[in-house]
């Protein structure tokens, strides 16, 4: 009787377990027996399941109908290892989608609709180690996007719509090894659109539209980088002098681009180049190559070397340096697909210049091509997409490019006057190069009927003033460079007929004012970001922001005497505003409080603050996350204890006095999870320490900031006195 209760028993707990068991494994999916891992593939779910299990380690959703990850998807998960996403129709990733995933090593999101990636979209991924993002439609990363990934090693952004990689966008993934942008539509890099990238070492930017090698970006972690691989397919014509800085670079592949020509200085910083691979290009001749001291191989394979007397500096300059050349002539005739490396100097021969042109002719009449000359000889290098007319010495705009030309570059004529109509038959151009071509006047409509135009770069001329149909024509425009020249007002009236302009910059002028007759509103209507540095500016009149849009602004080394609060309520969205090096000697109460909802990064380096009020940050809380005061001659600091969620921060080189009322200082640092930076200036006893070091704050009466008299008196007496003891805070 008693074994039959039992087997009873064990029978009933053995169903119960079952039936609890497949109540823990949703219906749609499978599991394995310990319910650690899920595979829900292809069964068009529209939300996460809820009765996974609380345990599950994997969890596979491939090729479902998500559309939307809200806030909180996967609370019930919390033990998530790894998480597949892919082919779900996810359009937008909500703040805090993934907040209770600390464990997740792997996230697979290819293959969906993401459009942006917004600040907080990954927050709570502590411990990612690989983040799969390839074939989505991302147009735009917002910095600090990823600020929370201290860990990922590896981050894929392959095959997506990216134009444009802004100022900080990885900040936070100091451990990213390998970082894959091919496949996008990338034409522009900011100059820090790599900074923090600290672990670095491989940088994948094939099959994109860089017209010109990415310097600046990639000299931020060339010190870091040994092989590059990954430039290939980039539109590039022409290679500048010291284009490639790169230090420690050993391979570089530079093949199947649009290289016409490249200076003998190129690659003058890369002397650690063991291997350069220029194959399947449009390079006729080419300089001995001046830096590279380790170079073995150059690789000029598919190019149409022609090897005639010009060629033979080259292949001296290979033979004394045991450069192996790889490639084939493919002229003169008797020469044709001949070896490169077995080419003698005998056989470059020099005879007079009529005939070697000559033979060039017939041979051109032969197979129906059109020769370029040597470098020499060369006013102009188009091909199909790209002309570049660089230092030419021109003095009016040359015409007659291909009717497919997407860049052209004339950078560094002298043509000081640009006409009506000078670029008939370039509705194709989307970029157009005129820097540093000495240009005072530009008549109205000089740019008429180039209906594509996205980038201007009017940089470095002598513009002091802008006809106001300056820009008529280019209704497209986005991004339009102006600084170097000598305006003297913000030229809105020119504006006035850019209705997409984006990011414009004014840096390097002489402009003494901003006043409500530019109102970003009515002239640049969709402008998100403005750059005013180095500009005489005395004055921001009320009403001068005006723009819903505008994001980024920089004033930085103007002559700003003061914080211009009474014109930042209407710039709404405000998220970077950098006032540094302006002569700025106190900021008063709630100076921000007008964008302290959008503010994000705060810049007042260099200005020589001598105070701010305590409320001077009133309003600013978590989403604020830089802010820099660094030069200046703060001995005190305002409030900083809302600013809980700041990822940088400089109070360096401020002569800070150390008494207790720097204590609610000190209380804040010791909360703070990133390194502050704060030295004591006085007394002279605590002079150079730093503020997070300094013992004496544990003698401070709790929650009371003495008068500055009385902290003296009592900071003395509690560092001299023998009877006082002290303990170093963590």
Known sequence: MHFLFAAVFLLVLTLSSTQKSARKCPKECSCDDAKLAVACVGKNLTEIPPTADEITVKLDLRSNNLQLLPRGAFVHTPYLTHLNLQRCNIVEVKEGAFRTLGRVVLLNLANNKIEILYQES??????????????????????????????????????????????????????????????????????????????????????????????????????????????????????GEESVSMAKLTHLSLHHMSLQDLSDQAFSHARLLSHIDLS?????????????????????????????????????????????????????????????????????????????????????????????????????????????????????????????????????NHFHVIPSSSFPGTRQVVSLHLELCKIHELEGGAFQGMKNLLYLYLS??????????????????????LEGNGLSHFPGSALLLLPNLFVLHLERNAISKLEPTGLLSSVAPTLRELYLSNNTITFVAKGALSSAFIGTLLL???????????????????????????PVCWVGSKAFQPISQSLKRLFMDQMGIEKMSKDALLGLGPGLKALTLRGNQLKKLPDLSSLTGLEVIDLRDNPLLC????????????????????????????????????????????????????????????????????????
């Open 659 to 730: 008494d207790c009322a720097l204590l609610p200082l000190r209380r804040w640092m010791e909360n703070m999870k990133l390194k502050v930076t704060a030295t004591c200036a006085q007394p002279l006893e605590l002079r150079g320490q730093q503020v997070r070091d300094v013992n004496f704050f544990k003698t401070c009466p709790e929650n009371i900031a003495p008068s500055p008299a009385k902290s003296k008196t009592f900071k003395h007496t509690a560092l001299r006195s023998p009877g006082v003891k002290t303990r170093h805070l963590v």
């Open 122 to 239: 990954f927050d709570g991924l502590s411990s990612l180690k690989e983040l799969h993002l390839d074939r989505n439609r991302l147009e735009e990363i917002q910095p600090g996007a990823f600020t929370q990934l201290g860990f990922l090693n590896t981050l894929t952004l392959a095959h997506n719509h990216l134009v444009y990689i802004p100022n900080m966008a990885f900040q936070g993934l100091q451990n990213v090894k390998w970082l894959r942008l091919s496949h996008n539509s990338l034409n522009n890099l900011a100059p820090e659109a790599f900074a923090g990238l600290f672990a670095l070492s491989r940088l994948s930017l094939d099959h994109n539209e860089l017209q010109f090698f990415p310097t600046q970006a990639m000299t931020r972690w060339a010190r870091l980088i040994d092989t590059n691989e990954d430039l290939i397919c980039n539109p590039m014509a022409y290679l």
């Open 460 to 481: 470095d001329n002598n513009l002091a003033s802008l006809d106001p149909k300056a820009f008529a024509g280019v209704p497209k425009l986005t991004y339009l460079h």
């Open 556 to 582: 930085d080394s103007n002559q700003l005497t003061e914080v211009p609060t009474h014109a930042l309520p209407e710039a709404p969205n405000l998220e970077e505003l950098n006032l540094s090096g302006n």
């Open 280 to 412: 399947h290009n449009q390079l006729r001749y080419l300089e001995p190559l001046s830096g590279p001291k380790e170079l073995s191989v150059l690789n000029l394979t598919g190019n149409p070397v022609y090897c005639n007397c010009y060629m033979r500096p080259l292949k001296e300059w290979a033979a004394a340096g045991g450069v192996k050349l790889l490639g084939a002539c493919v002229g003169p005739p008797h020469l044709s697909d001949e070896p490169l490396q077995a080419v003698t100097g005998p056989d470059l021969r020099c005879r007079s210049r009529d005939e070697a042109l000559e033979e060039e002719e017939e041979e051109n009449k032969g197979n129906g091509t059109v020769t370029a000359k040597p470098r020499q000889q060369v006013k102009c290098l188009p091909n199909s997409h790209h002309a570049t007319c660089e230092d030419r010495g021109h003095t009016k705009v040359p015409r007659g490019f291909p009717t497919t030309t997407q860049l052209l570059d004339l950078r560094g």
